[in-house]
């Protein structure tokens, strides 16, 4: 209902100016006969006069208006008309002042040279509105209108030669008392003729451009009926002649207007839109339509002004794996993503608070007169239960999670921009910490900062040698033989000592240094296996993780293949492990693997269970092995749901032909189930920590021997449980 309203208005609005004069034309039109009378026979030459005065100042008006405007238009169209009204008024002055019962005008007065300035005035009119309308935009250069009105003159003054001097050579048009002769009537139905063919041209060109259609088409009505009382008077002084005269000039007045338009408001008008459009894309989010940073940061500066005893809550909120939905699934879809979550956020939210989108994947939020910190617990529990429910976007059904960062004002900051500050240090916080939702506290300062610079370490840490790769051994559950390796990074600062990969990989993958990084460790980890089979150890495999961002990228099996001649490895020995969450794109992930398969490069799936858990991408990619995570095997011995969960994950995988490895295998009785559960590979503090590639080579037959003694305990308690 408000949009019809809506639409009415703007009806209202654009066409409102048309009423008047058509009010006016009625009224005269209904009341003529009252009108004329009051006139009187004996006043029609100076009411003629008058009208005629009147169209004159219209048609100069136009043609000096056009003469103004062409240099900064250069249109044709404007050209055109003012050089048209020009010829219009010249021929508007000579008809007036050489008509019946006017004064000596070079020649004596009279209807016959009235009438054919008239007629000629009018067919001319007709053909070249016609010609405008048909011609097509387009730009001239500024001395033309000199020539265009030179031409206009010139052929006025043909034509006023050929009536004036040359009148008793022309046919009559029109006989007082008895009226228009059958050549007038024909010439003014050509007239009609051509006013009805650039009527259906203006209307079938109506959505074409700016041109202001409706005044163009009331302006040629008007002519239209004004050329049609023209065929039925008898006496140039009667009633007819008058009312025609009054449709003539309402014709005038409309094309004045439509010019006006053109050249005057409706560039006014664009650059009001132009500028009505930057003010919105100054404040507003385009994505979203949400307020913008900039829009929220002044509103938010005024409302503290304002009242600045008011207890006010900030929120900031992320989109929890954003960067890696969006790298894996396209920009597009991130997109659609940030729209739906944005929509989702307008309808939970109360009417109180404030919502806008700061950039990327956060939004902020404002709640006004904050009563306590209940109600910030009740808005983050609001929002926590609007993101259960899965959202579609391209036919994906996604779990979206939002981690929420919190400040009070004035508790947290007495200004906008150190509360957005301390808002961001807590949404970091909640971020590190797993956690929904996180209020800020003075102690996360110094964890901020050290992120800062450890952010800034980062980018000279591969240049300054600071990161190394450990190798933990994966065993064989039923010889006990160490079967690979997992390549596991480490940072060792040389102000803070050890950084561990929980702080430092996330801080690499949101910079994108985890490329660079990534492809070192890989370039790396090659050249060590190169190194072991030169000293004369059995060619073994090594696995490496990858980023999500490493994945992606289009040339990542060309740049793997690079490393593997450079070092001289066999692509067998190397095994490239993904997580579940870069699979969620099936059709992006096959492709991505598919290339890397064709190298010879194992895949594999680490921490399985943990993320999507979806046997839909364990059937469509091409995946050699699972590594159960840790968390599973943690509780093995004591919780049954892990024990299910485990003796599950290893059935579908062996029935697939899938081979699967536990990781976090530290005591000899998760070793002993995992064999009962035909789990041939174990990795794990049980046999031996992540240990540099020196210390590996020194212990790595030490370790293989205990391995196997493990193994053998193992085998040992299984076979007591099978006999039990």
């Known amino acids: 209902m408000k949009r019809v309203l809506k639409q009415i208005k703007d009806i209202w609005v654009a066409y409102r100016s048309l009423l008047l004069p058509f009010l006016i034309i009625a009224l005269v039109f209904i009341f003529r006969e009252k009108l004329y009378g009051v006139f009187g026979v004996e006043n029609y030459l100076s009411i003629h006069t008058l009208l005629e005065l009147s169209s004159l100042i219209v048609s100069f008006t136009i043609a000096i208006q056009a003469w103004m405007i062409f240099p900064y238009t250069l249109s044709n169209r404007h050209l055109f008309i003012g050089s048209l009204f020009f010829c219009m008024g010249l021929f508007d002055l000579f008809h007036a002042f050489n008509y019946q019962g006017m004064p000596f005008f070079f020649t004596e007065s009279s209807a016959h040279k009235a009438t054919w300035f008239w007629v000629v005035s009018r067919i001319t009119l007709a053909f070249s509105l016609l010609l405008i309308v048909l011609s097509p935009r387009k730009q001239l250069l500024p001395w033309k209108r000199w020539l265009m009105y030179a031409c206009s003159l010139i052929y006025f003054f043909i034509w006023s030669f050929c009536i004036i001097w040359k009148s008793d050579a022309l046919p009559t048009l029109a006989v007082d008392g008895e009226g228009t002769t059958s050549l007038k009537n024909s010439l003014e139905y050509l007239v009609i003729i051509l006013h009805l063919a650039t009527l259906l041209i203006l209307y079938f060109k109506r959505n074409q451009d700016s041109t202001p259609y409706p005044m163009l088409i009331v302006s040629l009505v008007y002519f239209s009926i004004g050329e049609y009382r023209f065929t039925l008077y008898l006496g140039v002084y009667d009633i007819t002649n008058f009312i025609r005269h009054c449709f003539k000039l309402m014709g005038y007045y409309y094309l004045l207007r439509s010019l006006y338009f053109s050249s005057v408001e409706e560039p006014f008008l664009h650059q009001k839109r132009a500028e009505e459009k930057l003010t919105y894309l100054a404040y507003y989010d385009e994505l979203t339509s949400l307020p913008n940073q900039r829009f929220f940061m002044e509103d938010l500066m005024k409302r503290l002004q304002k009242d600045p005893k008011q207890r006010l809550a900030l929120f900031m909120l992320e989109i929890d794996r954003f960067k890696m939905m969006n790298d894996s699934l396209g920009y597009h879809v991130g997109d659609q993503i940030v729209q739906s979550v944005a929509n989702c956020l307008k309808q939970c939210l109360p009417p109180k608070i404030i919502l806008a989108r700061m950039m990327g994947n956060q939004f902020v939020i404002a709640l006004p007169h904050l009563a306590d910190e209940k109600e910030i617990k009740e808005i983050c529990l609001l929002i926590k239960k609007a993101f259960e429910s899965v959202i579609q976007v391209q036919l994906l059904d996604l779990k979206m999670n939002v981690r929420i960062g919190v400040t009070i004002y004035p508790k947290d900051g007495d200004s906008v921009n150190v509360l957005l500050k301390n808002t961001h240090v807590a949404l970091n916080e909640a971020r590190d910490q797993k956690s929904s939702c996180m209020i800020y506290h003075p102690s996360m300062d110094e964890k901020a900062y050290r992120r800062l610079v450890l952010t800034n370490d980062l980018y000279r840490a591969i240049e300054n040698k600071e990161f190394h790769v450990l190798y933990q051994p994966q065993i064989d559950t039923r010889t006990g ?55 004369g150890f059995a060619p073994m495999g090594v696995a490496v993780n990858l980023s999500t961002l490493q994945f992606y990228q289009e040339n990542l099996a060309e740049r793997v293949e690079g490393i593997l001649k450079e070092a001289g490895i066999s692509p067998f020995c190397l095994e490239l492990e993904i997580t579940e969450s870069m699979t969620i794109n099936i059709e992006q992930s096959r492709e991505a693997l598919l290339k890397l398969k064709k190298l010879g490069v194992s895949i594999s799936i680490d921490d399985f269970g943990t993320g999507y858990s979806s046997l839909q991408y364990l059937k469509q990619l091409a995946i050699d092995r699972i590594k159960i995570d840790q968390s599973f095997i943690r509780g093995l011995v004591h919780d049954q749901q892990d024990d299910v969960i485990v003796t599950t994950f290893i059935s579908i995988t062996q029935k697939m032909n899938i081979d699967v490895i536990a990781e976090g295998v530290e005591t000899i009785d998760q070793l002993s189930i995992l064999q009962q559960k035909q789990c041939h590979q174990v990795q794990g503090y049980l046999f031996s920590p992540p240990l540099t590639p020196e210390t590996l080579t020194q212990q790595y037959y030490e370790i293989q021997n205990k391995a196997k003694e493990y193994v053998r305990v193992g085998l040992n308690r299984k076979m007591e449980e099978i006999n039990k």
């Open 481 to 535: 033989k160490i079967i690979a390796l997992e390549a596991l990074l480490r940072w060792d600062h040389p102000k803070k000592g050890r950084i561990s990969p929980a702080e430092f990989i996330p801080i690499a993958e949101e910079t994108g240094l985890i490329i660079s990084i990534g492809e070192w460790v890989i370039r790396k980890v090659c050249q060590q296996l190169r190194k072991w089979q030169d000293d």
